[in-house]
C-alpha cells in the first residue's frame, strides 16, 4: 500500500492536489486515530497499539510508515511523537473539530 503525497495520484484525484493526498491519507483506517493519541505525548509501540484499542501489529506498522513517510510523526528514542507538521496539522483540524461538535448537536436537536 501506497503512501498518499501531493503531486501524486491518489483515491479520488489523480491530479496531485495536496488535499486530496490529505484526505486520503487522513481517511486511511487508525491513521486519524495515531494522530489523535499523540497529539499530547511521545508513545511506545505498545502504548499506541493499547491506546487504539490493541490493533494489530502488523496493521499499526504500517500505518506508522505510512505517517511517517508524510513526515506527520517520527520514531525516537522514546516512542513515536508528532512533528512539528503534525502538530500543526492536529491545529489546523480543532476548528474543523469544534464544526463537528456544532454539526452533531444540529443534527440531534433537530430531528423529528
Not at 486515530?33 to 508513545?43: A, C, F, K, Y
Not at 491506546?51 to 494489530?56: A, K, L
Not at 508528532?82 to 452533531?104: F, H, V
Request: aromatic residues 6%.
Amino acid at each position: 500500500m501506497t503512501t498518499p503525497l501531493p503531486k501524486k495520484a491518489v483515491r479520488g484525484s489523480q491530479s496531485g492536489v495536496p488535499i486530496m493526498a490529505l484526505f486520503d491519507l487522513l481517511g486511511r483506517k487508525w491513521n486519524m486515530r495515531i494522530m489523535w493519541e499523540l497529539r499530547d505525548e511521545v508513545l511506545s509501540f505498545r502504548a499506541l497499539q493499547q491506546s487504539c484499542d490493541d490493533m494489530s501489529p502488523s496493521v499499526l506498522n504500517t500505518r506508522l510508515k505510512q505517517l511517517s513517510i508524510a513526515q506527520l510523526l517520527i520514531s525516537t528514542a522514546n516512542g513515536y511523537e508528532l512533528t512539528q507538521q503534525g502538530i500543526s496539522l492536529m491545529s489546523t483540524l480543532d476548528p474543523l473539530r469544534k464544526w463537528a461538535t456544532e454539526w452533531d448537536e444540529h443534527i440531534n436537536t433537530t430531528k423529528s
